[in-house]
């Protein structure tokens, strides 16, 4: 009986999957974009204090380019590279995606253009939207998160990082696409490295934000899908060109 | 002396113009566009309840669409249509665009692209920064407005309108971009017709908003520059077509 019950969950939950791509293809029809219907993490707790550490190792470790190893601390040790409210875990930068995939169950997707479709927006905050996107032979993350900066008043914050240091995220530029009811809002950046933390972008506004009717405009049924894509910077076009 | 000192103050501001302008065209470097520099109107009052008439005045006048004559007060009077906070004034569609030229000395463009350069961000809320767009055979009006939805925290709000029936506005597509820093926001959607209240657009947030940090990564020494493009829209492109 309980191997049928839990049979009977998984075919409903595929249909429910697939209505929800179904939604997404209908949002973007440009064919052959790949839709991933991404589920919301509900963060328990708030942990600000986790990125003033950070910020101060992201300094050190960073500001004389190229010369990570020359920091007193270890820098291979990233402090904050889990982006995930309530995660304590530190870890070496080659371990963050097997550590998003297999502690978070984080998926990970392969192509140029893809189509991110958060469903459940109407949780309260914070909650987390999380995806990695294999891409032009990286891994980038894209975080979207509900947080109340101002008390009672939820707002949508949505970011990419690469999964490395910022001198390799600045050979990259992504964008972020909403499209629905005659409306289209794009932003367009420069990633950020997993190595400055997601907080601290949030917290400086440096990345798409909506407001709850902006979002409620945006959704479809509860779900946001927002386009992705991730191009070569024209600086690292022109080096390559010469 | 006083004539000297009136056209000393006459050169200065000449030079200012123009160095806003350089500023400008600096960071929209497309060949062919207009540059106009749009000092702040500091509003005095806020008075929300202009609103509340013009949105029942709206309803009756444009609900059954092309009956507005059916209405029992005069739809011709149109209640608020000055965008300005604190102008109490009522007139009819067809003389609003004299009424916010000469009364408030908005300025008037012509062309299909322009850059509006917002001066003064800093200034405190509420504050608008508004001009007229005359642009395939229409006039649109481009409002900036920083406001405090939650207090002690400024917002921007930019919206576009035509002066014009709702049914007239369907008809056109608006654009608007902020470009700096290897950052790019996009806003486009169908403008509002000046008939529906600029108010209530800004409270219903559908339009861009930008928080203050936001708006600081995209000004340039306190001047915010957005650049307008208004297209028809596909729907009256394919009646066209047929």
Known sequence: MLFFTQCFGAVLDLIHLRFQHYKAKRVFSAAG???CVVNPTHSLKY????????????????LPPCHHHEAVHDPQLVPCTCPLFSCPWEGHLEVVVSHLRQTHRINILQGAEIVFLATDMHLPAPTDWIIMHSCLGHQFLL???KQEKYEGHPQFFATMMLIGTPTQADNFTYRLELNRNQRRLKWEATPRSVLECVDSVISDGDCLVLNTSLAQLFSDNGSLAIGI?????KVHNAENEM
């Open 33 to 35: 974009q790949l839709v």
């Open 47 to 62: 942990a600000p204090t986790r990125c003033a550490a950070v910020q101060t190792s992201v300094e050190q470790a960073v």
């Open 143 to 145: 975080v979207l998160r």
């Open 229 to 233: 894509a991730i191009t070569t910077s």
